[in-house]
């Protein structure tokens, strides 16, 4: 049904929002087995998140594939010391850039911390990264959700997570933010793998590889 490489949680949850919701529960069966996406934890992976705002997919990728590759971009220390001329041409735009090196500064400080972050619960985890410009709740959720393992996140301004509970239950629109996050409080506390589920199930019905994104 899932990844082996899954974390523990994983088999219990999936097992709990069977009884709750067989429609979510039942989505690898369509899509086929539902992939671990995981980035890393602390710096490289906020950098990749914020890499990932308001483009597609595929954008971000290939922008994350340059910059990644300039030596010490995936360090605060190296980011900062790494020209502006530099990372436009990897692809950031400018305000990217000036949140890029925000981000790398507040790292630097001490300001945030892989293992800072990893001890907070999740809400003042996601107000911490939040309080950096450039990184709302949205990529605070996802870093959490994909570089924390953590099990009950949510992202509800996420508009593929509202397609996809829109075309799975047949809705006539996509639910609101806010109507998303009421209908996910059903779900806890494995908001987390109903998440990963809707979005497999988006990937399934667009016809984007499992593994993509």
Avoid at 8 to 17: C, E, T, Y
Avoid at 124 to 151: C, M, Q
Wanted: charged residues 20%; proline residues 8%.
């Amino acid at each position: 049904m899932f990844a082996a490489d899954a974390p523990g949680w994983a088999a219990q949850a999936l097992m709990d929002l069977a009884e709750r919701d067989s429609l979510i529960a039942s989505i690898p069966e369509r899509a086929g087995v539902l992939p671990w996406r995981r980035r890393e934890a602390g710096f490289p992976g906020l950098l990749r998140s914020l890499c990932g705002q308001m483009i597609s997919n595929q954008a971000a990728t290939a922008i994350w594939g340059r910059l990644a590759a300039l030596p010490g971009a995936t360090t605060p220390e190296g980011l900062l010391e790494l020209s502006d001329e530099a990372l436009r041409q990897a692809g950031l735009s400018r305000p990217k850039l000036l949140h890029a090196r925000g981000l790398a500064e507040a790292f630097a400080r001490g300001q945030l911390s892989a293992e800072g972050l990893a001890a907070l619960p999740d809400e003042a985890a996601v107000a911490a990264i939040s309080a950096i410009p450039g990184f709302g709740p949205w990529t605070a959720e996802v870093h959490l959700l994909f570089g924390l393992d953590r099990p009950d996140v949510f992202p509800s301004g996420d508009l593929a997570l509202a397609a996809s509970l829109a075309a799975l239950r047949g809705l006539l629109g996509r639910p609101s933010p806010k109507e998303l996050a009421a209908l996910a409080s059903a779900w806890r506390p494995w908001r987390s793998m109903a998440a990963r589920l809707l979005w497999h199930h988006w990937r399934y019905v667009t016809g984007r590889p499992a593994g993509e994104g």
